[in-house]
T-cell receptor
Framework: KNQVEQSPQSLIILEGKNCTLQ??????????LRWYKQDTGRGPVSLTI?????NTKSNGRYTATLDADTKQSSLHITASQLSDSASYIC?????????????FGTGTLLAVQP | NAGVTQTPKFRVLKTGQSMTLLCAQD?????MYWYRQDPGMGLRLIHY???????AKGEVPDGYNVSRLKKQNFLLGLESAAPSQTSVYFC?????????????FGPGTRLLVL
């Protein structure tokens, strides 16, 4: 069964600190892995997309890594800001027919405190 | 360029009532999707469309119908609302297949069925 599991469920950090969010997946056949940021009351916004051959990808203070062998990904946030408070969702795309199937994790809720 | 918009933002229905959720995108995207997001669960695909005049079932299609009469619009209908359909509904779109394409999400419609 295709699954995406994220940890921790929630996290509180102080402004300026770094943090790392984890994503483990069992999805086959694998196409790509995405990280989304979802602010409260808003739709998800894409941060990164990584294919099988990519180990790391950055978007400003966000850096995603992918280990396709162990089927693990992480999202590292550097020098956190209050605006980073949001839910971070890991999504794995499985190759399909007319359209790939996206398997969504349940997200990690991050709270950045001053 | 408004991106993906959804109407209405919030709605309360009584059991058995019907309604239509409207999604519109001005990016000329071929693919459009309807998801629902429930507490403790990842986003789940209801229906999707790979182009004007086409629709297909997703993971949780029961109780919903869709239409894509115009490329820019994707409608989600509830013929007889049930409390189990209380959820936040998100529309999304992307230009072509999802392999390398970012999905763009709308702001969501919060639906409460009493």
């Amino acid at each position: 069964k295709n699954q995406v599991e994220q940890s921790p469920q929630s996290l509180i950090i102080l402004e300026g600190k770094n943090c790392t969010l984890q994503c483990n997946y069992t999805v086959s056949p694998f196409s790509n892995l995405r990280w989304y940021k979802q602010d409260t009351g808003r739709g998800p916004v894409s941060l990164t997309i990584m294919t099988f051959s990519e180990n790391t990808k950055s978007n400003g203070r966000y850096t995603a890594t992918l280990d396709a062998d162990t089927k693990q990904s992480s999202l590292h946030i550097t020098a956190s800001q209050l605006s980073d408070s949001a839910s971070y969702i890991c999504v794995v795309s499985a190759l399909g027919g007319a359209t790939n199937k996206l398997i969504f994790g349940t997200g990690t809720l991050l709270a950045v405190q001053p | 360029n408004a991106g993906v918009t959804q109407t209405p933002k919030f709605r309360v229905l009584k059991t058995g009532q019907s309604m239509t959720l409207l999604c519109a995108q001005d990016m000329n995207h071929e693919y459009m999707y309807w998801y629902r997001q429930d507490p403790g669960m990842g986003l789940r695909l209801i229906h999707y469309s790979v182009g004007e005049g086409t629709t297909a079932k997703g993971e949780v299609p029961d109780g919903y119908n869709v239409s894509r009469l115009k490329k820019q619009n994707f409608l989600l209908g509830l013929e007889s609302a049930a409390p189990s359909q209380t959820s936040v509904y998100f529309c999304a779109s992307n230009p072509f297949r999802q392999d390398q394409e970012t999905q763009y999400f709308g702001p969501g419609t919060r639906l409460l069925v009493l």
